[in-house]
């Protein structure tokens, strides 16, 4: 990996403070689109459909069908709307400014009867504490452009890394796409064996982690970690992985979770934020594949090739 770039917008302080009432905001409105994509895709592996995936401006459906229709809809975090492409031609699009996720909610649905679209929705959060209805949300509505555009310049520096790492791995692998329901960016690497079944587990996360998995991705903080931190974790969790000792000094592992956290100020503050992050991510693979006895030489290219 190269060292820290000079170009100012890459790595930008991200601090939940400040930018918590829009985070919220746009959480929920991906939840919205997110669920409008749960119902006009099937299932594929691992809910892998209902996933946005990342462009140069922010992030996009898989194509939807409905009523005859293909359509996608795209975040533009750039220019700040919400943009739905159609195959006939049509296309339409959402402002993305400070307004209630009940309003957002009726423009989205508004917008899609116009293209002929009709598609219900469970209108109901989840992964979220203390869930509102959509159409009865007007606790949330502030949207900052600057803080919207500062989430994505982050995304758009750590992106190359997760990409770099995940071509290092031929086995079965995720592409690095957005999960709406934690609003979190992730990457995950199978060994190829089944996981045992949690009989108490819902649908989703029996279809989520039917095989063994080591996860990477990003969240921008919230929860039992109140700041923007990496992650890293694997199902079943191999017995000794917490007392693993893992790549940068910042990186520790939390009880709360079961999972090794990375603060994103420590990385984006280093002297290379590309290659902190890469030794998180490879050493938390590295200990996690190890313990639980991956097949590593069969899974993994072998080094200087492409």
Same mark, same amino acid.
């Given at each position: ?5 000079? #170009?100012?917008? @890459?790595? +930008?302080?991200?601090? =939940? !403070? ?19 994509? @749960?119902?006009? *895709? ?6 892998w459909n209902i996933a946005f995936r990342l462009t140069s401006r922010g992030f996009e459906t898989q194509p939807m069908v409905a009523h005859g229709h293909t359509f996608t809809a795209t975040f533009d975090l750039v220019s700040h709307e ?6 006939? $031609?049509?296309?339409? *699009? ?26 219900? #929705? ?6 979220? +504490?203390? /869930? #509102?209805?959509? !159409? ?13 555009? *500062? ?19 031929? $086995? ?18 199978? &060994? ?17 982690? &039917? ?8 969240? /921008? ?5 109140? !700041? ?14 917490? @007392?693993?000792?893992?790549? /940068? ?8 979770? $079961?999972?090794?956290? =990375?603060?994103? !100020? ?10 902190? =992050?890469?030794?998180?991510?490879? &050493? *938390? ?22």
């Open positions: 990996m190269t060292g820290r770039s000079k #170009i100012s917008h @890459l790595w +930008p302080a991200l601090p =939940l !403070e400040a930018w918590q009432p829009t985070y919220d905001t746009l959480h929920m409105w991906t939840q919205i689109i997110g669920k409008v994509v @749960l119902a006009t *895709t099937p299932l594929s592996n691992h809910y919400l943009v739905f492409a159609c195959s006939d $031609g049509r296309r339409a *699009t959402i402002a993305l400014e400070s307004r209630t996720v009940a309003n957002f909610y009726a423009a989205v649905m508004r917008t899609l009867h116009g293209m002929d679209v009709d598609i219900r #929705i469970r209108t109901m959060p989840v992964e979220y +504490p203390n /869930p #509102i209805r959509f !159409e009865e949300d007007t606790t949330h509505h502030k949207y900052d452009p600057e803080w919207a555009n *500062t989430y994505w310049r982050a995304v758009t520096s750590m992106q190359p890394v997760f990409d770099e790492f995940r071509c290092r791995f031929v $086995g079965k692998c995720s592409p690095l796409h957005f999960f709406w329901g934690s609003f979190d960016l992730a990457v995950t690497r199978f &060994s190829g064996r089944r996981a045992p079944v949690k009989p108490d587990a819902d649908a989703m996360t029996r279809e989520a982690y &039917s095989h063994e998995v080591i996860s990477h991705g990003f969240w /921008p903080g919230g929860g039992a970690v109140q !700041e923007a931190a990496f992650y890293a974790y694997a199902v079943p969790q191999p017995e000794g992985l917490p @007392l693993s000792r893992v790549e /940068p000094a910042a990186a520790f592992y939390s009880k709360d979770l $079961g999972e090794f956290i =990375l603060p994103y !100020e420590a990385v984006r503050t280093s002297s290379s934020p590309e290659a902190a =992050l890469m030794a998180f991510l490879e &050493s *938390t693979y590295a200990r996690a594949a190890d313990l639980a006895k991956w097949d590593r030489p069969a899974l993994e290219r072998a080094a200087g090739t492409k």
